[in-house]
């Protein structure tokens, strides 16, 4: 099934696919340990 609408990461309305450049467990994480992994000013 297509399914389009406005694209998170570029802006534009087209086809939707359901992939991450980064797989959102990987944000989750870094949100979670942003000391740990030098993020946090």
């Given at each position: 099934m297509k399914v389009t609408g406005i694209c998170k990461l570029c802006q534009i309305?087209?086809?939707?696919?359901?992939?991450?450049?980064?797989?959102?467990?990987?944000s989750r994480w870094i949100k979670k340990h942003r000391q740990l992994a030098g993020l946090e000013d």
């Open positions: 309305n087209k086809e939707l696919e359901e992939s991450h450049i980064i797989p959102k467990f990987v």
